[in-house]
Structures are given as structure tokens and as C-alpha cells.
């Protein structure tokens, strides 16, 4: 596609619950990475992807968190058992090959509401 | 670790005033230092860069010049429009730590006001 698609847009869901966010970078973009914004706070690293390498799980914040991605194509990243101190918009962006002078490209986020 | 400090907002400003918008990091390296803009709707896209000390980045007016002696990043532009209200971070990699990770700041709210 022309740009990184993140679906849904929006997710309520029970605290308890799992819930599972997409990501489709852009094709050929090697490098995908998750982000995460609470309200009023700065972007929060937590997984990045490149090629065939072992991910980068060092940001996520605990063992409820999981992030898979097929080849160089679609990202899932799962949460289980939901808390509300989950509530954030979660951001997918991919670059062409993950040296950080090529630029990163971004989703328009997923926000997810933790009730 | 890493961090970065910018200027806390909501900065409104009325059109063709002068901006600046203060960034300053923390890092253990020589990072890389990024203004990214997410404009109402949008995602977050790269608005400028600078690789090394003394570098400016620049784009569609806006300024950034990397200095190392005070670690700081700021972004200026001298004359501002109401479509660049939007929220602006500031950010840096470090290739000490080997990885690309992106370090944000918390943004900046700019709302341009005619």
C-alpha cells in the first residue's frame, strides 16, 4: 500500500480481554517497529523487527505483551488479560532498512480504551 | 539511558510569528537527532534531521541545527502559517546502544491562529 495501515482504528475493550493490533508496513520496508503513547507522554518504544534477525523485545513492558511478524510483511501485536493502565494509542512504523538515517514511516495508531 | 526533554505546550502563536520549539537530549553516544510532525489526522512523518554536530536540518522552513556543546536540537521556523498547527516530537537514535531504536520526547502542541 502507499502508507503503513494499522487496524483497527479503535478498540474498546474489558479489562481481561486480549486483544490483538494489526500493522502492514510499507512494501519492501524491512525494519517495523511498535510504539506506544499514553495520554500526555512521549512515544514508548517496545518491539522492533528487521528482516530475518531476532526482534528487539527489549520495550515491552511486561509478559503479557507478545509481537509476531510474518516475513518482512504484516505485524500483529497482542495483549493479554488487558489492564487499563493499557489504555494508549499504539503506534506500527517501517523503514526501508532500519538504519535510523533512512526514515521511519508511521501509522495513524491504534487507540485502544481499557474499560 | 537515552532521553529526551523538548518544550511543554500547548504553544499557540498568531500567523508569521517567529517559532522555536526547545529540544534538548540526553545520550551516551553520538546520536542522531529527528523532528518528526503529526499534522490533525495524520501519522507521524519526518520533518527534518541532523547526523552530526554542527548539521542543519531543514524543510519547508523549518530549522534544526545539531549542537553538541549544549545538546540541544531546537526547531525554529521564522514566519509560521496556520497549517503547521500540529504536534511536534523530538527525537534521537543512538548507535552506541547497536540497535535503531527511536527515543521520543512528549510532543508539542502548535496551534497557528490567523
Known amino acids: 500500500g502507499a502508507g503503513v495501515s494499522q487496524s483497527p482504528s479503535n478498540k474498546v475493550t474489558e479489562k481481561g480481554k486480549d486483544v490483538e493490533l494489526r500493522c502492514d508496513p510499507i512494501?519492501?520496508?524491512?525494519?517495523l517497529y511498535w510504539y506506544r503513547q499514553r495520554l500526555g507522554q512521549g512515544l514508548e518504544f517496545l518491539i522492533y523487527?528487521?528482516?530475518?534477525?531476532?526482534?528487539?523485545k527489549s520495550g515491552l513492558p511486561s509478559d503479557r505483551f507478545s509481537a509476531e511478524r510474518t516475513g518482512e510483511s504484516v505485524s500483529t501485536l497482542t495483549i493479554q488479560r488487558t489492564q487499563q493502565e493499557d489504555s494508549a494509542v499504539y503506534l506500527c512504523?517501517?523503514?526501508?532498512?532500519?538504519?535510523?538515517?533512512?526514515?521511519?514511516?508511521f501509522g495513524q495508531g491504534t487507540r485502544l480504551t481499557v474499560v | 539511558g537515552d532521553s529526551v526533554t523538548q518544550m511543554e505546550g500547548p504553544v499557540t502563536l498568531s500567523e508569521e510569528a517567529f517559532l522555536t520549539i526547545n529540544c534538548t537530549y540526553t545520550?551516551?553516544?553520538?546520536?542522531?537527532l529527528f523532528w518528526y510532525v503529526q499534522y490533525p489526522g495524520e501519522g507521524l512523518q519526518l520533518l527534518l534531521k541532523?547526523?552530526?554536530?554542527?548539521d542543519k536540518g531543514s524543510n519547508k522552513g523549518f530549522e534544526a541545527t545539531y549542537r553538541k556543546e549544549t545538546t540541544s536540537f531546537h526547531l525554529e521556523k521564522g514566519s509560521v502559517q496556520v497549517s503547521d498547527s500540529a504536534v511536534y516530537f523530538c527525537?534521537?537514535?543512538?548507535?552506541?546502544?547497536?540497535?535503531?531504536?527511536?527515543?521520543f520526547g512528549t510532543g508539542t502542541r502548535l496551534t497557528i491562529i490567523p
Open positions: 523487527f528487521q528482516g530475518n534477525s531476532a526482534p528487539d
Open positions: 527525537a534521537l537514535s543512538d548507535p552506541n546502544f547497536g540497535n535503531e531504536k527511536l527515543t
Open positions: 541532523a547526523t552530526k554536530a554542527d
Open positions: 512504523a517501517s523503514s526501508l532498512d532500519g538504519a535510523l538515517n533512512t526514515e521511519a514511516f
Open positions: 512494501s519492501g520496508h524491512t525494519a
Open positions: 545520550a551516551t553516544g553520538y546520536p542522531s
